[in-house]
């Protein structure tokens, strides 16, 4: 069983920043994909973004490649997602997830999770 643990959500404003961590329990952290995803009120979660085991791979969605960047630390069990640009369509629950599935792939489903974490808000205000 792996834990997972967001954190860094909270209020911004439109163009500005934001950096969520995900901190996860299992000691052999490195051999997991890691991603993120999003739910906004009303809507369906959806895919944001995923790397693979060994940070080599990185995979995004279209309405946020190239404000988002995600990037890990196996040493530290932690992955990262650093959201840059942000605007109001931004606004969504972030949750981090664990794929036992090590690589990811370029079409969906990219990742297969398999573990999530409990989620983190962040807004972003016009």
């Known amino acids: 069983q792996v834990t997972l643990v967001e954190s860094g959500g909270g209020l911004v404003q439109a163009g500005g920043s934001l950096r969520l961590s995900c901190a996860a329990s299992e000691r052999t952290f490195s051999n997991y994909a890691m991603g993120w995803f999003r739910q906004a009120p009303g809507k369906e979660r959806e895919f944001v973004s995923a790397?693979?085991?060994?940070?080599?791979?990185?995979y995004y969605a279209d309405s946020v490649k190239a404000r988002f960047t995600i990037s890990r630390d196996n040493a530290q069990n932690t992955v990262y997602l650093q959201m840059n640009s942000l605007k109001p369509e931004d606004t969504a629950v972030y949750y981090c997830?664990?794929?036992?599935?090590?690589?990811?792939?370029?079409?969906?489903?990219?990742?297969?999770?398999?573990?999530w974490g409990q989620g983190t808000q962040v807004t972003v205000s016009s």
């Open positions: 997830a664990a794929s036992q599935t090590r690589e990811i792939q370029p079409v969906q489903p990219v990742i297969y999770p398999d573990y």
């Open positions: 790397i693979s085991w060994s940070g080599g791979r990185t």
